[in-house]
């Protein structure tokens, strides 16, 4: 039996919650069990606050957990991402009254691991202030010079009379993680093939479509699949039909391309599950 975090609240709960369910895993219908027994895969599950998910994993003692990418670097934990699970994006920055310097200064941040980590990495000398919370009042409460955050829009920055600047300290989403140096288990694996099978299948759809043999080298170019396309001939003598996987947020503008080049009856399927 291997043992797995989930987070147990919040949109990263949700989210997990639904791309388990996508791979085959049952999932606990009340918000409150903190664990579930899934027998048809031998795998426990445990719900816990994100930011613990790293620590336990990274002690040894669950096999494998789902947290922000920002949240297992900030634990400091011997554990590593293995994969990116294409949910819960968030982008961390700087942010003062105005674009200055950092060394010497103080930064406010709910993330001192994290921010730490970036400074020592660019040989910056700055004081990092944790705090828990709205870290946006820091600065006009003289706490702190800078503050290192979480910005989506940037609204509540400048309602506090704060700007962006510099280069982001972190591009986080949601990611599947394990100890550092473990040996995996078969049953990991298929986890991993699973929840991968998920991810892939979210982001892209199946094109199927009719075109002439004639036209079939342009239209095959703008939907080449991930291996190459399937391609079939038709009752109609001169045309074949076509099979590839393209990336759904680019199926729109493919469509527009392949009924230019000649393609007709071209249909859209969800992909539901896959193993590439």
Request: avoid cysteine; charge should be negative.
């Amino acid at each position: 039996m291997i043992k797995v975090a989930v987070p147990n609240k919040g949109s990263l709960s949700e989210s997990a919650g639904l791309i388990l369910k996508e791979a085959g895993y049952r999932q606990r219908t009340d918000p409150r069990d903190l664990t579930l027994y899934d027998p048809e895969n031998d795998i426990e599950f445990y719900y816990l606050r994100p930011r613990d998910i790293a620590v336990y994993v990274g002690s040894g003692e669950l096999d494998v957990g789902i947290t922000g990418r920002d949240l297992l670097v900030d634990s400091g934990v011997q554990a590593t991402e293995i994969l990116s699970l294409d949910f819960g994006r968030s982008t961390f920055r700087f942010a003062a009254k105005e674009e200055t310097d950092l060394a010497g200064k103080r930064i406010a941040t709910a993330y001192p691991g994290l921010v730490q980590q970036y400074l020592n990495q660019k040989g910056i000398s700055a004081s990092v202030v944790r705090l828990d919370g709205a870290v946006e009042s820091s600065v006009r409460l003289g706490v702190a010079d800078v503050i290192a955050d979480v910005v989506s829009t940037g609204g509540t920055l400048r309602q506090a009379g704060l700007q962006v600047f510099g280069a982001p300290i972190l591009e986080s989403e949601a990611i599947l993680i394990e100890r550092v140096g473990v040996s995996r288990v078969d049953a990991v694996e298929t986890l991993i093939r699973r929840i991968h099978g998920v991810v892939i299948a979210r982001q892209y759809v199946l094109v199927d479509y009719d075109v002439e043999t004639q036209n079939l080298v342009a239209a095959t170019a703008l939907t080449p699949g991930i291996e190459s396309p399937t391609i079939s001939p038709l009752q109609k003598e001169g045309w074949s039909a076509v099979r590839a996987m393209v990336k759904s947020k680019e199926v729109n503008r493919i469509m527009d391309e392949l009924y230019k080049v000649g393609a007709r009856g071209i249909l859209v399927t969800d992909i539901h599950a896959s193993r590439l």
